[in-house]
């Protein structure tokens, strides 16, 4: 893990793709843990393949799912392992290594929790956690999800649509753009002292782009309860834009009618615009985007991915920018 660490990082803004030696030298430090915690270390590894009907982790609370039915919500690709999903993470908050957030996340209190929804709704609210885990039968959805940087990852995550929220509080005609905001308590969190972004993190959608079913509120992963460092305990999964789209541990939905700036278009306007769909053909202003390193794939011979347009999917959410020039509304 140090190996990651003494990578130096000081951008500003996301790096390039990790190198192949220090990733390889990762892959050699979780194979010596997994050797050192035994044969239970090894089975967490080697994390299962399938998600519903498979055995769990194990290691947090349960939560049980049905296989969603929304259209698009379960890819064929083979779900990461549960141990690469954990411990190779973005979280700004707890650190911008990608091993950073595994290691400090677990000073979040994740209870009690609260979100407040708030602007232009009819009812507006506090809602409490526990209530939320109620609000709308719990789905298991496999999703991909791309980082801007290059790397992918394929994810059986618990939750269920944005709308079913968005529905409850009635959104007003005013409502066109829906804000999240995410915690931002020093006390909790480390990387809050550095100045990399702009805190608290925001992020932002169309309302109609909130309104798609396959835009998910994420409580879990794996049939558990999310990890911290994934985003607990709710986070946003949108799965065919970049993942910083995705806000991790929410605490308020602000509905709005002019479109929020984001922290990475305040952090980097030039490279980080409000839509953000995941496009193979605009490249980052530093790195290229048609291609992608699927996470806990990549061996010697571990060709890099194709990217797709909208993440592969372009069937189901390609209209929502029928007409749009996705090079200006990148
Ligand atoms: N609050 C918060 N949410 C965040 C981030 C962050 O730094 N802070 N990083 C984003 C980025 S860049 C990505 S790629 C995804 C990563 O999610 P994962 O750790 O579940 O893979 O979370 C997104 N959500
Ligand atoms: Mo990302």
């Known amino acids: ?32 843990g997994a050797a050192a ?3 239970a270390g ?12 498979t055995p769990r982790p194990g290691r947090l609370a349960p939560l049980p799912a049905t296989r969603s039915s929304v259209a698009g919500a379960v890819v064929m690709d083979r779900p ?22 595994a290691r400090h996340a677990g000073s979040l209190k994740t209870r009690p929790w609260t979100v407040q929804v708030e602007g232009e709704v009819a009812r507006p609210g506090t ?35 944005l709308s079913e929220l968005i529905r409850r509080v009635e959104p007003t005609g005013n409502a066109k753009f829906v804000q999240f905001v995410t915690l931002a308590d020093r006390k909790q969190m480390p990387g809050l002292s550095s100045s990399v972004l702009d805190w608290p993190y925001v992020e932002a959608l169309r309302l109609d782009e909130a309104m798609h079913p396959l835009a998910m509120l994420a409580f879990g992963l794996y049939g558990e309860v999310l990890p911290n460092q994934n985003g607990a305990p ?51 202003p530093r790195w290229g985007q048609s291609t992608e390193r699927r996470i806990g794939e990549d061996g010697l011979f571990a060709r890099k991915r194709p990217t797709l347009m909208f993440n592969g999917y372009e069937p189901q959410v390609g209209p929502l920018y029928a007409g749009m020039d996705l090079r200006k509304f990148f």
């Not at 090894?42 to 009907?53: E, H, V």
Request: proline residues 8%; contains cysteine.
């Open 1 to 32: 893990m140090h190996l990651l660490r003494d990578r130096g990082y000081t951008h500003p803004v996301p790096s390039e793709i990790t190198p192949r030696s220090v990733y390889l030298s990762r892959r050699r430090w979780m194979a010596a």
């Open 37 to 39: 915690l035994g044969t």
């Open 42 to 53: 090894a089975a967490l590894l080697s994390a299962p393949a399938g998600a519903q009907g």
């Open 80 to 101: 990461t392992p549960y141990a690469d999903i954990t411990s190779y993470n973005n979280f700004y908050e707890f650190g911008t290594d990608k091993a950073d957030p």
């Open 127 to 161: 809602f409490d956690i526990e209530a939320l885990l109620r609000l709308a039968p719990m789905e298991e959805r496999i999703y991909r999800l791309r980082c801007v940087e290059g790397w992918s990852m394929v994810v059986p995550w618990v939750g269920y649509s």
């Open 234 to 284: 709710l986070r946003l999964v949108v799965p065919w834009k970049y993942g910083f789209k995705s806000g991790k541990s929410i605490v308020r939905i602000r509905f709005v009618d002019k479109q929020p700036k984001t922290s990475w278009e305040l952090a980097a306007p030039h490279e980080y615009g409000f839509y953000s769909n995941v496009n193979p053909n605009v490249d980052h």
